[in-house]
């Protein structure tokens, strides 16, 4: 069974750093590209980005260039979220998704509620 | 950035009754769109690949269609599980990928 399970919630303040993760189960994970959605308190869902598991190969939205880094750890089939400097507009949830290219974004994980303040 | 307009912003409706949410794109997106759920306090779920594709353990209430810059995603016969945030999606042309800003269906 395919599956996806991220980290826990975390608190932070406001210029610490930190990284989340996405632990990939039940399938080949070099197959499927990982994306990572933010949505902020009673928000929408807002699209951060994709990375390639084979070669670390990343798209970003632009919004998100430079303010989140995307990376992937194949020999353990976790994918990776991390900020150097959170700021408090960073508070949201963060889900991971299997990328399936035109067939949607068809398994997510739970999502990682992170707290900045 | 194609950018995805969602009517109506809320939707109450009673079991039994049929939904229909629309999606407009600010251009063609051909047939590149999903829908997907969110319940409350939950990740979102895909319905919807394709414009027309149901994703697997979508029942066949759940239907999509349209293409180019208009789409629809219809919910036969409601139940009061269909509860939710309904969000579509293009995959078009990215980086990025967006999303619609929901409709919320309520059940009566």
């Known amino acids: 069974e395919v599956a996806l399970v991220q980290s826990g919630a975390d608190v932070k303040k406001p210029g610490e750093s930190l990284k989340i993760s996405c632990k990939a189960s039940?399938?080949?994970?070099?197959?499927?590209?990982i994306g990572w959605v933010r949505q902020m308190p009673g928000k929408g869902l807002e699209w951060i980005g994709i990375?390639?598991?084979?070669?670390?190969?990343?798209r970003y939205n632009p919004s998100f260039q430079g303010q989140v880094t995307m990376s992937v750890d194949k020999s353990i089939n976790t994918a990776y979220l991390q900020w150097n400097s959170l700021k408090a507009s960073d508070t949201a949830i963060y889900y991971c998704?299997?990328?399936?290219?035109?067939?949607?974004?068809?398994?997510w994980g739970q999502g990682t509620l992170v707290s900045v303040s | 950035e194609i950018f995805l307009t969602q009517s109506p912003a809320t939707l109450s409706l009673s079991p039994g009754e049929r939904a229909t949410l629309s999606c407009r794109a600010s251009?063609?997106?051909?047939?590149?769109l999903a829908w997907y759920r969110q319940k409350p306090g939950q990740a979102p779920r895909l319905l919807i690949y394709?414009?027309?594709y149901r994703a697997i353990g979508i029942p066949a209430r759940f239907s999509g269609s349209g293409s180019g810059t208009d789409f629809t995603l219809t919910i036969s016969s409601l139940e009061p599980d269909d509860s939710a945030v309904y969000y579509c999606?293009?995959?078009?042309?990215?980086?990025?990928?967006?999303f619609g800003q929901g409709t919320r269906l309520e059940i009566k």
């Open positions: 998704e299997r990328h399936a290219g035109g067939d949607g974004d068809d398994y």
């Open positions: 039940g399938y080949s994970f070099t197959v499927f590209w």
């Open positions: 990375i390639n598991p084979v070669d670390s190969e990343t």
């Open positions: 251009q063609s997106l051909n047939t590149d």
């Open positions: 394709g414009a027309y």
């Open positions: 999606q293009q995959r078009h042309n990215w980086p990025p990928i967006t």
